[in-house]
T-cell receptor
Framework: DTEVTQTPKHLVMGMTNKKSLKCEQHMGHRAMYWYKQKAKKPPELMFVYSYEKLSINESVPSRFSPECPNSSLLNLHLHALQPEDSALYLC??????????FGSGTQLSVL | DAKTTQPNSMESNEEEPVHLPCNHSTISGTDYIHWYRQLPSQGPEYVIHGLTSNVNNRMASLAIAEDRKSSTLILHRATLRDAAVYYCTLSGTYKYIFGTGTRLKVLA
């Protein structure tokens, strides 16, 4: 199994809602990542978890809250988002220092 | 963080080789050079990576300059399925920073 599975594929939420994005991999990878991608732009790194601990937070606003419950799962909790947060949110995983495997992403629209 | 610079777009005829350049003049000695490509409505897909030596795999070849300040991704025979955005990426242990990408158009 070389897949990274992200759910949901699409999400529409209001600015007062709370929602969560989920990511799962069963490749035994110990590093997991959240990226944000705006249309026609490259992916931007948000968070990195290594061995289930937060290793990198790229100065992401606190309305985005990551969580890594175990080595296979990664969540991104969303609260009080702004319309400019609308984007494709990509999850990736890797062995430490090796190539990234990406999911297909969650297309988020904030109204 | 070191950055990469790529041309915005390139075109190639089908069945011909394609050379996609990337400049990374501020690369550090421990940064790996990765290439990913992204098709519409999909996440990026790994293509190839290297540190100092040229690398080959079934998808492509990676030529790395001796001073490591630039690299070139080589697709030996472009097909219509190779039309995508190609990203040159520098990676530390956990930090993978994507360049602006080159949109490759393959002409039939």
């Amino acid at each position: 199994d070389t897949e990274v599975t992200q759910t949901p594929k699409h999400l529409v939420m209001g600015m007062t809602n709370k929602k969560s994005l989920k990511c799962e991999q069963h490749m035994g990878h110990r590093a997991m990542y959240w990226y944000k991608q705006k249309a026609k732009k490259p992916p931007e790194l948000m968070f990195v978890y290594s061995y289930e601990k937060l290793s990198i937070n790229e100065s992401v606003p606190s309305r985005f809250s990551p969580e890594c419950p175990n080595s296979s799962l990664l969540n991104l909790h969303l609260h009080a988002l702004q319309p400019e947060d609308s984007a494709l949110y990509l999850c990736a995983s890797s062995q430490v220092g090796e190539k990234l495997f990406f999911g297909s992403g969650t297309q988020l629209s904030v109204l | 963080d070191a950055k990469t610079t790529q041309p915005n777009s390139m075109e190639s005829n089908e069945e011909e080789p394609v050379h996609l350049p990337c400049n990374h003049s501020t690369i550090s000695g421990t940064d790996y050079i990765h290439w990913y490509r992204q098709l519409p409505s999909q996440g990026p897909e790994y293509v190839i990576h290297g540190l100092t030596s040229n690398v080959n795999n079934r998808m492509a070849s990676l030529a790395i300059a001796e001073d490591r300040k630039s690299s070139t991704l080589i697709l030996h025979r472009a097909t219509l399925r190779d039309a995508a955005v190609y990203y040159c990426t520098l990676s530390g242990t956990y930090k993978y920073i994507f360049g602006t990408g080159t949109r490759l158009k393959v002409l039939a």
